[in-house]
């Protein structure tokens, strides 16, 4: 009697749980003609009618097949992506940062596209080094999406007030422009260019500026390039440029805080970083701000910028990989790409670039070591570790570039 | 009043204001138009507070359909587990049995894993039987993490209460189940509360398994939902994560309330005052 | 003995197995396969290439002993350990401390503060680390603000993040602050269980505060503490999410390293499932032995049914 109602109620738990997992677990199955994106947050955010018109479009093209659009941030798409590899059900097509793109191609994560290069709007005038990081071994797993360069966001007014009329043309003289604009806003915490400390885009665009670089391959093992004389120039530029102009913490990141949040407090003058940062100033100062491209050490010419982007490549687990290069084609297209040009863009290929602030500082660029590791690294923060400790001087310009040249060509030549 | 009460009371107060803080704070923030939000001076209060961050945070995609989510992965977690938990728990407390001591080991051990370590392979697994992007596979992963502490903490309450009152009413010739419902679930009631709000709360809360499992936008969890304000590398907009925060933890307090009520929280405890 | 006597009334049948089977097989199905798994890796060369590929190489324990010779390993170790006793000691005192104080203060506060704990406990973690970072940003923090109107020095552009000593420190605050409502809560309610009549009894015999507390309320307080001390140690020793999103993937570095970020960075940044594998198990390893007291006290307290 007693047992009977303990194995009664025990009989209820199961039931209940077996009636959850039935009502809550209907699982999809795989439809035959569906196709999964995986879209960073930035389409969400920034070009969502973009990918529905897209979407559109493709689904009238291929009758009977629905796109489902499935949005990541960058902080973990990585993880989820390698769960997918692992055990399956991930997506079809996914969207790569461009410096994430060689691990995985190294690795054989993605379908190979050469064969269907040519049916790619524009293949033929893709931008040199976005293309470049969809390339491994002579074969093309990356088609590339956008790209977008880094430029100076500036407070005309201040500019103005400060006497300066003309814009530099150097990083010379955009430092005693800096000086300027400190003597007349002597507030607190004011930078005349809010630079985050540990902005390794923005740090190495000297070492690029004075014919350093990061690392380089001599006859198949990666060398370190840091710790060369031109490299040491262009680090110790970064710093005195950095103690004269910014008064940003020295050992954070170029999201914490978020510079265009200095500069809507007003405690900056002009910042660093994506033409995007634009959307964001704040109320107050969106008729003042304007933007130009950051100037480089000899006169007239532009400084190196980072050329940011991304890929759009198909994982070799997917089953749809004919409808997926589809997709990616529809989403490439000369007019999918002046829609996102539109949106303060860098499009995808030469012949479609424009004269913008942010595409002419395009023209002088450049792009990380394409090695298997080279993610590690930028993972690893050897690069923002070692910017760290040049500007609160805990070790000397040659002693840090030294280590994390070493460093680094550990991490590349890793196996 | 006597002095000694108002001191007390006093320091009371004092661990409230500071422990809120940032509680208070992230409701302010969310009430704030932005140009107040990224001020040099804070604004305590704001004065001409505004809903447009709530209303924004409301509207985004998905809102309504992963409050429900969270909602249907939580109230079934926390019910089933607690069922369960309660069995074993009596199990540990009031029975010796062989391959006890080895029970007590699975669970704690459980707990011990890492969870960073188990991502991949509880993908896997839950791939294999297709339950990657469902609602089930969250519940029963969830499970596996709430179990072993309800079982540990219910045993804990269940040590507290004093085995002769269960011996005196089989003495007066309850049986065993009405010993079980007349004795211990009521005695247990501080216990149970305590136990299932802190598993109601780690569910509501979890963040890195339910992102991992659920790909599609209308099955995710309101944390994940939530994540898709900060990790853009776009504009993080502060007044509209404040607000959806503020949103999220609704739930949470509304539940607290319900069961606070039921129980009566106060009362046991307002006769121990010394 | 009571226990015999117990024993005997509630009957020496397959009762306590019915009662811990729902238990054992639930974790049992969803946990037994990934364990193996997990066991599996960490004695292979498992990269990105073999996951793609679902099939490892076997290596015998050359993770286990890269990682043993791993330096960093050792001095994350010794760091997370630290770590654990100061947050495991902080919560546990202070959360003590509130829990007696609820006890203490008129009905209105009470609900009052247990009200605000509720609160704090609510606040998703993701969510806290992100109010907390605000609070504490190096520009215009809420924090630097307070502290320099107090005139507790000048704190204007203090920067909370520039040290691993000062990055931990925050770390700390924000899971001690995260942890108080639960650790607090749950011994109130076993504050609830202290018999009255047995202390009003004690103070008719002339006990003072302390001795009441001593003799009374902490041995019925005693199982209650021993699972939460267990729990924070077992929590505390492998919080990843407050020390990965605080201190920020961009500041993460083998010198502030914890163990569950050295797991986090070996096993998948760097794409080495079988070396983050064996890191799980040793860490598996290490938190059992650092809480085998505990374990073993539990034990037998619980023998005593």
């Given at each position: 009697m007693k047992r009977r109602s303990i194995a009664a109620l025990l009989l209820v738990t199961v039931v209940a749980a077996a009636v959850a997992a039935t009502t809550s677990g209907a699982t999809k199955k795989a439809n035959a003609s569906s196709i999964t994106v995986w879209l960073q947050t930035d389409a969400q955010s920034g070009w969502a009618d973009l990918v529905a018109s897209v979407n559109q479009k493709f689904q009238s093209d291929h009758p009977g097949t629905t796109v489902n659009i499935q949005y990541q941030g960058w902080g973990d798409h990585l993880q989820k992506f390698d769960a997918t590899l692992a055990g399956g059900g991930g997506p079809d097509v996914i969207e790569m940062g461009n410096t994430e793109m060689t691990k995985y191609m190294a690795a054989g994560a993605f379908a190979d596209l050469s064969s269907s290069?040519?049916?790619?709007?524009n293949s033929g005038s893709w931008l040199k080094g976005l293309a470049a990081s969809g390339v491994y071994k002579g074969k093309t797993y990356g088609v590339p999406y956008y790209a977008g360069s880094r430029v100076v966001t500036y407070r005309s007014d201040l500019f103005k007030k400060a006497g300066i009329s003309k814009l530099p043309t150097s990083t010379a003289a955009y430092t005693a422009d800096a000086k300027k604009l400190m003597a007349k806003n002597g507030k607190?915490?004011?930078?005349?260019i809010y630079i985050a400390g540990t902005d390794w885009y923005f740090g190495m665009s000297f070492v690029f500026d004075y014919g350093g670089g990061i690392a380089t391959q001599v006859s198949g093992k990666w060398k370190g390039l840091l710790a060369s004389p031109k490299s040491i120039a262009g680090l110790t530029a970064y710093k005195n440029f950095f103690a004269a102009t910014s008064r940003a913490?020295?050992?954070?990141?170029?999201?914490?805080?978020n510079p265009y949040d200095v500069y809507a407090q007003g405690q900056a003058a002009s910042m660093i970083g994506p033409?995007?940062?634009?959307?964001?100033?704040?109320a107050k100062y969106k008729g003042s701000t304007a933007q130009f491209v950051m100037p480089g050490h000899v006169a007239g010419t532009s400084m190196p910028g980072f050329l940011g982007g991304s890929d759009l490549a198909v994982p070799i687990?997917?089953?749809q990989k004919a409808l997926a290069t589809d997709w990616i084609k529809d989403f490439t297209s000369t007019s999918s790409e002046k829609t996102l040009q539109a949106k303060g863009n860098i499009p995808n290929a030469t012949n479609l670039l424009g004269s913008t602030v942010n595409e002419r500082a395009a023209s002088r660029s450049w792009f990380v070591?394409?090695?298997?590791?080279?993610v590690d690294v930028e993972n690893g923060n050897i690069l923002r570790n070692m910017l760290a400790q040049i500007l609160t001087g805990k070790l000397s310009v040659k002693q840090a570039a030294q280590s994390a040249s070493d460093n680094i060509a550990s991490v590349l030549n890793q196996p | 009043m006597k002095p000694r009460q108002l001191g007390w009371d006093a320091l009371g107060i004092a661990v409230f204001v500071v422990m809120v803080f940032p509680v208070f704070w992230m409701i302010s923030t969310a009430f704030k138009p932005n140009d107040l939000i990224v001020s040099l001076t804070p604004t305590?209060?704001?004065?001409?507070?505004?809903?447009d961050h709530f209303t924004d945070a409301i509207h985004r995609p998905y809102f309504w359909t992963d409050v429900k989510n969270s909602l249907i992965i939580v109230c079934v977690t926390v019910a089933l587990s607690i069922a369960l938990a309660f069995l074993a728990a009596i199990a540990l407390a009031r029975f010796g049995f062989a391959g006890r001591k080895l029970f007590v080991v699975l669970v704690i051990g459980i707990q011990m894993l890492p969870q960073a370590g188990l991502i991949i392979p509880l993908y896997v697994v839950l791939a294999r039987y297709h339950q990657v992007n469902t609602l089930t596979g969250v519940i029963v992963t969830y499970m596996t993490f709430v179990l072993p502490f309800s079982v540990w903490t219910l045993r804990g309450f269940l040590l507290g209460i004093p085995k002769e009152l269960e011996e005196a009413a089989m003495v007066d010739g309850s049986t065993r189940v009405g010993v079980f419902l007349k004795i211990l679930l009521p005695l247990m009631g501080p216990g149970l509360v305590a136990t299932s709000v802190f598993a109601f709360i780690t569910t509501w809360n979890e963040y890195i398994f339910a992102r991992i499992l659920l790909n599609d936008q209308s099955k995710q969890t309101v944390t994940v939902w939530l994540s898709y304000f900060y990790s853009?590398?776009?504009?993080?907009d502060w007044g509209a994560l404040m607000a959806a925060s503020t949103l999220t933890a609704v739930p949470v307090v509304v539940f607290f309330l319900l069961v606070q009520r039921r129980i009566a929280f106060g009362l046991t405890s307002g006769a121990v005052r010394g | 003995m009571t226990s015999r006597r117990h024993r005997r009334l509630w009957g020496r049948t397959a009762v306590p197995y019915a009662l811990i089977a729902p238990v054992v097989v639930t974790i049992a199905l969803i946990l037994g396969y990934p364990l193996y798994f997990l066991v599996r890796l960490s004695l292979q060369q498992y990269g990105l290439f073999e996951l793609i590929r679902h099939k490892g190489v076997g290596v015998g324990l050359a993770n286990y002993r890269s990682v043993l010779h791993d330096q960093i390993f050792w001095h994350t170790l010794l760091r997370t350990i630290v770590f654990t006793a100061a947050n495991v000691a902080l919560t546990m005192v202070v959360g003590l401390l509130i829990a007696l104080l609820l006890v203490q203060v008129s009905r209105p506060v009470r609900v009052l503060l247990s009200s605000g704990l509720v609160l704090v406990w609510s606040m998703p973690v993701v969510v806290a680390v992100q109010v907390w970072y605000w609070m504490t940003?190096?520009?215009?923090g809420v924090v630097n603000y307070v502290l320099t109107h107090l005139h507790l020095?000048?704190?204007?552009?203090?920067?909370?993040?520039?040290?691993t000593f000062s990055q931990l420190s925050m770390v700390t605050l924000l899971i001690v602050w995260g942890a108080l409502p639960f650790v607090a809560i749950t011994l109130y309610a076993g504050l609830a269980q202290v018999p009255r009549d047995l202390l009003e009894a004690a103070s008719v015999d002339g006990a003072g505060a302390w001795m009441k507390f001593r003799d009374i309320t902490l041995p019925i307080l005693r199982p209650i503490l021993l699972i939460l001390t267990s729990l924070s140690i077992i929590w505390d020793f492998g919080v990843f999410t407050q020390p990965y999103l605080l201190i920020g993937q961009s500041k993460v570095t083998p010198g502030n390293f914890l163990m569950s970020i050295y797991l986090f960075e070996e096993g998948y940044f760097k794409s080495d499932y079988g070396r983050g594998a064996a890191i799980s198990l040793l860490m598996l390893a290490i938190v059992g032995v650092l809480s085998i007291v505990y374990v073993r006290r539990m034990v037998r307290i619980g023998v005593e049914t």
């Open positions: 290069k040519s049916g790619f709007d607190k915490g004011f930078s005349p913490s020295k050992t954070t990141d170029e999201t914490h805080p033409s995007w940062f634009s959307c964001c100033v704040g687990t997917s089953s070591p394409t090695a298997k590791h080279w | 305590w209060i704001p004065l001409h507070p505004t809903f853009t590398n776009r504009h993080t | 940003n190096f520009e215009n020095g000048s704190f204007e552009q203090h920067d909370w993040y520039a040290s």
